[in-house]
């Protein structure tokens, strides 16, 4: 059985109306591993012959953060914890719901200034495609859903989902629907610089958890120089 514990979740915003409205995707079962991924910004200068010398240390923002994890799910743990209404839709669909909530993260939802002008050009610009004509400029159908990766009070980001693999190990007899599957998920966390295009009351809230998880950053790397003090003292020559 699933148990009771702390979990980590997807929790997906929807800006339809005057506050977001929260799609929590709690984990049935915490990843046993999790990968952590840091890629420093690009340099902000050239060191290349026969050209004046840059400052190596130029950078063009701030690093890019990635997770990568697997998710495991299973309808029979979920019918033998014996919620009535949890219980009665995984006998019938198996862990169909679970898998349909992560793959809606993936899918743009309207844009929040398209409305009927962007509906229209975005026709214009399919039928021009059509006739041969080139495009100036591409009309998006709407953005990806903001997305929080929850895990523990330590770790809220906002992130995109960048991959989403999906394997089906076990179906049920009778329908077909599986029962039993892993998703492999790869998120992006998103930058400082890339929050400035959310907008609205989620915005606030994306920037607020940036800053908070920025403060804390700080503040633990703080912490451990009560680790180093001692040790670094004899390490240096001067």
Do not use: C
């Amino acid at each position: 059985m699933a148990g009771n514990y702390l979990r980590g979740a997807f929790i997906q915003f929807n800006n339809s109306f005057p506050l977001p409205v929260p799609n929590l995707i709690l984990f049935q079962y915490n990843p046993e591993t999790m990968t952590h991924t840091w890629t420093p910004a690009q340099s902000g200068g050239s060191n290349s012959p026969g050209q004046n010398p840059s400052n190596p240390l130029a950078v063009i923002g701030p690093p890019e953060e990635a997770f990568s994890f697997d998710l495991s799910m299973d309808s029979y743990d979920t019918i033998a914890d014996g919620n009535a209404l949890t219980a009665g839709l995984a006998e019938v669909s198996g862990v169909s719901p679970r898998l349909a909530a992560l793959e809606m993260l993936l899918f743009p939802v309207a844009a929040a200034s398209g409305g009927l002008v962007g509906a229209v050009s975005s026709a214009i610009s399919a039928i021009g495609s059509a006739l041969g004509a080139a495009a100036s400029t591409a009309v998006p159908a709407g953005n990806l859903p903001v997305v929080f990766f929850i895990w523990g009070p330590g770790r809220i980001a906002p992130v995109r989902i960048e991959s989403l693999t999906i394997t089906e190990t076990l179906y049920d007899s009778l329908s077909l629907v599986p029962v039993h599957a892993s998703a492999q998920l790869g998120l992006k966390v998103l930058t400082r610089p890339e929050l400035q295009y959310l907008k609205g009351a989620t915005g606030t809230i994306a920037r607020a958890a940036d800053t908070y998880a920025m403060t804390l950053r700080e503040a633990l790397a703080i912490a451990n120089l009560a680790n180093s003090t001692e040790s670094i003292a004899g390490m240096l020559p001067f």
